[in-house]
């Protein structure tokens, strides 16, 4: 059974950092893209950032640059999602997310076919 696992949310003051981790298991990514989004409350889902399956390419959202990096960590099956200078509008449940073949990334919600439940991330003002 395939499994996407967040952690590293939490609530952290505006101008903080903070780094969530996703756990893959069940199978390999190695040569898939994987991702990020999140949703605010009352918004739709919105892409973060992308990274292929080697890890040499990424793609970001409107607006994500430069605040939002992702990585990731084939031999642990493990991608990363590194956000600075936090602000308020951050505040959102963030999702991993998978494809299951495919090794380019994507902002289209649905070319993933696996997502974790999510971790929440509330930022202060």
């Known amino acids: 059974q395939v499994q996407l696992v967040e952690s590293g949310g939490g609530l952290v003051q505006a101008g903080g950092s903070l780094r969530l981790s996703c756990a893959a298991s069940?199978?390999?990514?190695?040569?898939?893209?994987m991702g990020w989004f999140r949703q605010a409350p009352e918004k739709a889902r919105e892409f973060v950032v992308a990274?292929?399956?080697?890890?040499?390419?990424?793609m970001y959202g409107n607006s994500m640059k430069g605040r939002f990096t992702i990585s990731r960590d084939n031999a642990k099956n493990m991608v990363y999602l590194q956000i600075n200078s936090l602000k308020p509008e951050d505040t959102a449940v963030y999702y991993c997310?998978?494809?299951?073949?495919?090794?380019?990334?994507?902002?289209?919600?649905?070319?993933?076919?696996?997502w974790g439940q999510g971790t929440q991330v509330t930022v202060s003002s």
């Open positions: 997310a998978a494809k299951a073949s495919g090794n380019w990334p994507s902002i289209i919600r649905d070319e993933y076919d696996y």
């Open positions: 990274i292929s399956g080697g890890g040499g390419n990424t």
């Open positions: 069940g199978r390999t990514f190695r040569n898939s893209a």
